[in-house]
């Protein structure tokens, strides 16, 4: 005699660094955000307080990297904290939902003695308990071979695709990668919508420093759109701007998907020849978007939710590849 | 010293500099620093190549960072093909939620509460008959701390109301303000194996294995650490815990720097703390005294008068902050714990939640032992808010000691600590520097706070370790 499982429900817990997000989340999937939360103490240690029974079910912590100097960290223990108290609580299952996944530009070993601080995380957070991870235009997707567990790394594209369809005249289009890294992500967005990319190849001479940059293509009388998966100082983006610009560019905006916008990055927007900047929430965007009136936002919480519903359903998670979900 | 090399992280250079001065060395070179998101990265500059390598990292500061920091600097170690990783941390992270009693944790700091439904759930929860769970946590409805924390969540719980800026991409989306503000009990729409939350008793997870498993997993082969406030804590690691004693250095103070120390007696602030006390006392041959924290004394107030009253009718001595009560019934082992203001009633004010007839379980503080005309000497491995610390000596001087001393492992002292110690009855502070303690010493006066120092300590059993010999003669010897 074999025991059949229960079947169990979606729990989604919010931690600190994006409960806007772990709400829309829920919403999408018609549930509550779950009575568990992150507390810190005066001392700055950060504690879990469980205040309803999870036991057997499937747990989605909703967490993001993000809070700058002050909070990334605190925001990683918490996440850390946060699964190991569901392992502690009997969940069935623990899934971590990391849209921005922290420490995902330090995936390799680029200096002597330096840490690959992607794979650490990925220890770690496997170590805590996690068994599954969602996240979201990572980084390096070889990050997903650092983690022995299961990792879905979902994509922006279709979504990103979706609004360039409904708010641009996309006959004059021109996608243009700031990076040779971000140069297949643009030439898939180019080939879906049948239009032309270019390149702009940069030498980067320290971390968060833009040195010399190079257009490959041309750009002349053309809107232009810079794609990237993150803007975090946006001295790339902005740089990127003036250059297309200069090469005879009609107008320039920007797509990325995670919207760090670290230091005096909005400062440097608004200043900008920028003609808007678009990107996800899978920051918390509310302060940015006061500050900036270029930046507008796209909602992604149907993604997550859909890719929750269908992982607690056991249902193929690729179409969301290539589909919208609005 | 053979191929060893000392680290310091950013919580406690001045403790690293001191241990490297000590053995020797010179410290080793590394680049600690934060990108512009706030990512911590790290860079060594010195080999470690085959090298045995010591870390120190303390938990105190900004704990997480440190923390996080730590990992980061062992794992960097560990793929730089280094030999041995031990990590030096005379304070522990998060030694202290091992523990459960939530009246020994520092406050809860509104920071990192941003959910609403916290309102529900600090609010929540009758107390039911308690079952000894496997955590062992104080419920949270109990304590008072979680009451204000409540009453400013209210406040504050607006602030989830969505941004006007969210593209309403979908009907559904475009009633997402609307919806914002949804009460939290409303029906689960799942039904499979909802359970309601209305019975559950909220608890607060424990970390010590997390953090264990945290630092094995980034690579530490070792670890050094000093005046464990749970000694179970050695139990997560499957590695080496070397625990090591401030007692000596303790006892070392008192025998040399208290007058007619003979005549102190060692006093524990908590009944967690007696073991720690006794050992000093005995090997000094000292008095010891108690004090003790109880939560269930049962108040009664009586409605004809406004003196409150205890069940059995003793008065109380109660101020609005720190209700306390002293037993005037002699305790077994003690003359001393006499009854309070002359036999008078208490003057103490009835807080206005004292509602006549209510019965109320209320925190009460008693002393066991006699502290009449002496010198005491309150001895604490771990102080944060410095209630208990402060708490305790001010009981001492009702019960009339001359003199407070405090004799404290890891001051941490977060919040308003330093401004409670400022204005308690402890006359003076002695603190090791397992955290930094400049500031500290800055900010309440060097003639109130005498810092000793644990590098010795540490570096002794360093160089021990390094030598393969035996760490344990320490533990007495101190160095």
Redesign the interface.
Known sequence: MSFQK?????KIL?G?SH??LA??IA??L??????I?????????????????IR??DVYIIQTGC????????Y??ET??MI??CK??SARKVTAVIPNF??A??DR?D???????A??MA??L???GCSHVITMDLHASQIQGFFSIPVDNLYAEPIVLQYIKETENYDNLMFVSPDAGGAKRVASLAEKLDTQFALIHKERAK??EVSRMVLVGDVTDKTCILIDDMA??CGTLCKASDLLLEKGAKDVVAIVTHG?F??DAINKLNNSSLKSIVCT?SLP??QF?ELCSK?????IS?ILGEAIRRLHNGESVSYLFSNAV? | MRDIIVFSGSSNSALADRICNNLGLPKGKVELRKFANGETSVQFGDSVRDKDVYIVQSGSGHVNDNLIQLTIMISACKISSARRISVVCPLFFYSRQAESPSSKRGTPSLSGVNNPKNINLLDSVPPSPRSLSRNGSKPISSDPQPKELLNSLKSASNILSPSPSYRPTSSKLSQLPGLAHVQPRSLPTNNSGVTSSANYRSWIAQSGTLIANMLTSAGANQIITMDLHDPQFQGFFDIPVDNLYSKPLIQHYIVNYIPDYKDTVIVSPDAGGAKRATAIADALGLSFALIHKERRQKIVVDPNSSMPLSSDGITLNQNSSTPSINNPQPMKHSSSTTSINNGFPASGTVTPSSVPHLEKYVGTTMLVGDVQDKVCVLIDDLVDTSNTITRAAKLLKDQGCKYVYALITHGIFSGDAIKKLKNSAIDKIIVTNTVDQDAHVAEIGSDMMVILDVSRILSEAIRRINNGESVSMIYDHGW
């Open positions: 229960q079947p169990n429900s979606i919010a600190n409960p806007e709400e829309a919403r999408s018609s549930l509550d955000v779950s009575n939360s992150a507390i810190e103490f005066s001392n700055r240690e950060s504690a879990i307080l469980l205040g309803e029974s057997d079910e809070g700058g100097q002050e909070k990334l960290n605190d990683l223990m850390l904290l190991h108290a502690a609580a922290p420490y530009r330090q070993k200096k002597s003695r330096v840490a690959i601080t794979k650490l220890n770690l496997t170590t805590a971390a968060n975090d100082t760090i670290s230091g929430n965007m509310s978007a930046l507008s936002i796209i909602d149907p609005m």
